[in-house]
Each structure stands twice: as structure tokens, then as C-alpha cells.
């Protein structure tokens, strides 16, 4: 019920913050944001991510198909089903450990290009015209 009446009370003060800055200052919001999306620094940033985020998508399939082919092979050695069994299933813990190993690797370097990017955009933000504007401690009150 907590949760319930924070969630209301959110939603109003949205609703009346939002209603009194009007569309006008929606889209001067937008189009300031929209510049520093387009600044060269941020695209750089999104560039980087996405080429992490192909290299990291290709990182797991191929760990995956590894270790499937590696049990196929296992389980398909000589020896009584017993020996078969327990090969495959040592190939497939030692698959699972590499999998594994893929996937931390790919988030590790997810969250480094992700810290990457909130830097590059801070840094991008910091350089932008508006910038020295909005850090020079002018009032914006307009007049109220």
C-alpha cells in the first residue's frame, strides 16, 4: 500500500511539474538532449558500445557450439556406455565452465564500455555550448 500511495504521489508531482512547464520547455529539454546525442564524443561512445556488444554476441554462440561439439565428440568415443557417459559429462562440465567464462567476460566488458559511455557523455556534455551557460550560477527564475 506504501509503494501504491508513493507511486500516485510521483505521478502527481509529475503531472503538475510537467503541466507547468508546458510543451514549450518539453521541447527545448528534447532538442538540447538530442544535441548531445549528436555531438561526435557521444556517437564515438555509441560506436564503441555497439561494436562491443557484436563481438560480445558473438563470443557466447561459438563457447556454446564449442562445448556441444566437445560432448558430441566425448559421447561418441569408444568404450562402454559407462566410460561414454562419463566422458561426455566431464566434456560437458568443462563446456559449462567456458560458457561461463564467455558470459562474464562479455558482461565485464558490457559494463566497462557502458562506464566507457557515461563518461564520453559527460565529458561530451561538459564541452557543449550550453554548458558554460548552465554552470555560470545564473538564475533562470524568469521574472515569477
Request: glycine residues 14%; without cysteine.
Amino acid at each position: 500500500m506504501r509503494g501504491k500511495a508513493g507511486l500516485v504521489i510521483g505521478l502527481a508531482a509529475g503531472y503538475v511539474l510537467g503541466s507547468r512547464a508546458g510543451r514549450e520547455r518539453y521541447e527545448q529539454i528534447k532538442e538540447q538532449a538530442e544535441k548531445v546525442w549528436n555531438l561526435e564524443p557521444v556517437q564515438k561512445q555509441v560506436a564503441k558500445v555497439q561494436d562491443l556488444g557484436k563481438s560480445a554476441l558473438m563470443a557466447l554462440p561459438s563457447a556454446l557450439w564449442n562445448g556441444a561439439v566437445k560432448v558430441t565428440k566425448a559421447a561418441s568415443t569408444k568404450g562402454t556406455p559407462g566410460q561414454r557417459l562419463d566422458a561426455a559429462l566431464d566434456a560437458g562440465d568443462d563446456a559449462k565452465d567456458e560458457v561461463a567464462d564467455a558470459a562474464e567476460k562479455s558482461a565485464e566488458a558490457a559494463e566497462k564500455a557502458v562506464k566507457n559511455l557515461t563518461e564520453g557523455a559527460r565529458s561530451a556534455g561538459s564541452r557543449s555550448p550550453g554548458a558554460a551557460k548552465r554552470s555560470g550560477g545564473g538564475s533562470s527564475a524568469g521574472g515569477k
